[in-house]
C-alpha cells in the first residue's frame, strides 16, 4: 500500500516538472518573436535615415525646381510632364523670330514647328536628383534646392521637330563654298603652272546660331537674330608647292619606221594623258582614260601582236604609248599597280621594261604614291613619243634609272610545215613540195627588270621589279597540196628548214 503511494507522488512529480518546462519555453519563444521585431523596427528606421522612400508615382519634386521657367515644385512626374508639355507647346505657337544675313532675311514662326516634347529624360533626371544617399545628406540638397534653386533648361530644338531641318535650309543659303587656290596646268603654254585665285568661304557658327535660337525662344518675345558667319580664306599651301614643281622624269621612244596609221593610234592614246593631273593616292588605268581602240574613237588600223604572231587590228600601236608612259612613270618614282609584258619582245625598249595594254584583260594602272600631284605631258611628232612627268622635284642629287638583265635565252623548236588546205596562200604555193616561209622560228627570254637609285652619282640602292618569260615561237612554213602532173618539175625553192635551236 505504501509503495503504490509513493510511485503515485514520484509520476506527479513528473508531470509538474514537464508543465513547468514547457512553460519557460514559451516565456523564451515570446522573448525571441519580442527581439526579431526590434531588430526589424530597428532596420526599418535605418533604412528610413540612411537610404528613404523608394521613388514612387507619388515622389514629387523638390521646392524652388523648374524646366524652362515652368515651375514644377511639389507635383510629381505626371504632373509636371504635363504642366511642361502644355506651356511649351502654347510658347511653340507664339514664336516669331526673324534670321538676317545683311538684306536677306526669314521668318521664322510656330507654324513652321511641331512640338515633339522630347521631356521624358530631363524630368526623370530631375526627380532623381539629390534622392541618393542618407536622409541627412537627402535633407542637405534638399535645402540647398530650396535656397538656391534647381533650373534645368531643355535645348528648344530637342522640342520643336523640323526646326532644325528649316534652319539648316536657310544655311545652306547663306554659306559660301570655300575654295582653296589651285594649280594650273596647261602643257601647251611656255609657262606651264600657274596659281588661280581661291574663293573665301562663309559657313554658319551652328552652335552660336542655336544658342541665339533658344534664347529667342525662352524669352517668348519676337526676335531678330544676325546669322553668326565665320569666313574661311584660302590657304597659300600651293604657292609654296608651285615653286617647288619640276620634271621629275623623261622618257620617249622611236616610231620613225612605223606606218602613218600605226603613228596616228600612239598620237592618239598618248594625247588622252596629255594635261593630266593625278592627285596624292590617284589610281589611273590606261585603258579607262584612252577608252575603246574603235574607229569610232579614231583609232586605224595597224599591226599588233597576238600569240605570237602579228596581225592587223584596230589601234595596232598602242602598246608602244602605255610602254613609253611605264617607263616615265617608272623613272618619276610613281607606283606601279598593275603591267604585263608581250609575247615577244618589243623592239622599242630593253626586256622587262615593256607594257601590254588588251581590252579586257591587260592593262597598265598606276598611282600616285607622293604626298604631291604629278603633271603629265605628252610629245609626238613624226619620229618619237615621249612623255614628261612633273611634280614636286626629286631630292637634289637623286636619279633613278632601270636595268634590263637577260637571264637566259630560251631555244625555240625549229620549223612546222603545214599544208595549204584552204588555199589560203595558193597565190604563193600550189603544189606539193612547194613552200613559203609564213614565219621565222624565234628565241623566247628569261628577263628581270630592275629599279637603281642614285645620289650624287653613287648607286644606293637596286630593287628588281620584274621577272618575265617571253616564250620562243616556232617557224611556219606553208606547203602546197595539189600533186604535180607528169613530167612537171618544180624550180629551186628558197625556203631552208630550220631544225630545232639547241640550248644556248
Not at 506527479?12 to 514559451?26: C, F, G, I, L, R
Not at 526676335?223 to 604657292?239: A, Y
Request: proline share 3%.
Amino acid at each position: 500500500m505504501k509503495k503504490n503511494k509513493n510511485n503515485q507522488t514520484a509520476a506527479k512529480m513528473q508531470e509538474n516538472s514537464k508543465a513547468q518546462e514547457k512553460k519557460q519555453n514559451k516565456k523564451a519563444s515570446v522573448i525571441w518573436l519580442f527581439a526579431v521585431a526590434f531588430i526589424a523596427v530597428g532596420l526599418l528606421v535605418f533604412c528610413q535615415l540612411y537610404f528613404g522612400d523608394p521613388i514612387s508615382e507619388e515622389t514629387t519634386y523638390y521646392q524652388n525646381t523648374s524646366v524652362n521657367g515652368i515651375d514644377i515644385s511639389g507635383l510629381t512626374k505626371q504632373q509636371a510632364s504635363e504642366l511642361v508639355g502644355s506651356t511649351l507647346a502654347k510658347e511653340m505657337s507664339d514664336a516669331k523670330i526673324t534670321l538676317t544675313n545683311g538684306e536677306q532675311s526669314w521668318q521664322l514662326s510656330g507654324e513652321d514647328f511641331e512640338y515633339v516634347g522630347n521631356i521624358e529624360n530631363p524630368l526623370t533626371e530631375l526627380l532623381n536628383y539629390g534622392r541618393e544617399g542618407n536622409i541627412f545628406e537627402k535633407k542637405k540638397i534638399e535645402n540647398q534646392i530650396k535656397a538656391e534653386g534647381l533650373k534645368v533648361e531643355i535645348p528648344y530644338e530637342n522640342l520643336f521637330g523640323g526646326m532644325q531641318e528649316k534652319v539648316n535650309e536657310i544655311c545652306q543659303e547663306v554659306e559660301k563654298s570655300y575654295r582653296a587656290c589651285q594649280i594650273q596646268f596647261d602643257p601647251n603654254k611656255t609657262q606651264m603652272f600657274s596659281l588661280s585665285k581661291g574663293q573665301v568661304g562663309k559657313v554658319v557658327d551652328r552652335e552660336k546660331l542655336n544658342s541665339a535660337l533658344d534664347k529667342a525662344l525662352s524669352s517668348k518675345n519676337a526676335s531678330e537674330i544676325e546669322i553668326p558667319l565665320t569666313e574661311i580664306v584660302p590657304e597659300s599651301d600651293n604657292e609654296e608647292l608651285l615653286k617647288q614643281i619640276g620634271k621629275r622624269s623623261q622618257f620617249s621612244t622611236s616610231y620613225v619606221t612605223s606606218s602613218t596609221k600605226r603613228k596616228n593610234n600612239i598620237k592618239k592614246a598618248l594625247a588622252c594623258f596629255n594635261g593630266m593631273t593625278v592627285l596624292p593616292g590617284e589610281e589611273i588605268s590606261f585603258n579607262q582614260t584612252t577608252g575603246p581602240r574603235t574607229k569610232e574613237n579614231g583609232y586605224e588600223n595597224a599591226n599588233i601582236i597576238v600569240g605570237g604572231n602579228y596581225v592587223s587590228g584596230t589601234g595596232g600601236g598602242v602598246c608602244q604609248a602605255s610602254t613609253t608612259l611605264y617607263n616615265a612613270l617608272l623613272l618619276a618614282d610613281m607606283q606601279i599597280e598593275s603591267v604585263c609584258h608581250h609575247s615577244l619582245p618589243a623592239s622599242y625598249v630593253p626586256l622587262s621594261f615593256d607594257a601590254m595594254v588588251s581590252e579586257g584583260y591587260a592593262d597598265l594602272v598606276f598611282k600616285n604614291n607622293s604626298d604631291c600631284p604629278i603633271f603629265i605631258k605628252t610629245i609626238c611628232d613624226d619620229e618619237t613619243a615621249t612623255v614628261e612627268i612633273y611634280g614636286k622635284s626629286l631630292e637634289q642629287g637623286k636619279e633613278i634609272k632601270t636595268r634590263s638583265e637577260l637571264v637566259r635565252i630560251i631555244p625555240h623548236s625549229g620549223d612546222k610545215i603545214i599544208s595549204d588546205k584552204e588555199g589560203k596562200y595558193s597565190n604563193q604555193v600550189l603544189y606539193k613540195g612547194e613552200y613559203y616561209r609564213l614565219k621565222y622560228p624565234k628565241q623566247g627570254y628569261e628577263s628581270k627588270g630592275y629599279l637603281q637609285y642614285f645620289e650624287n652619282g653613287k648607286l644606293v640602292e637596286e630593287k628588281e621589279i620584274r621577272h618575265d618569260h617571253y616564250q620562243p615561237q616556232m617557224g611556219i612554213i606553208i606547203e602546197g597540196t595539189e600533186s604535180l602532173e607528169e613530167g612537171m618539175s618544180l624550180p629551186a625553192n628558197g625556203v631552208k628548214f630550220i631544225p630545232p635551236q639547241k640550248n644556248v
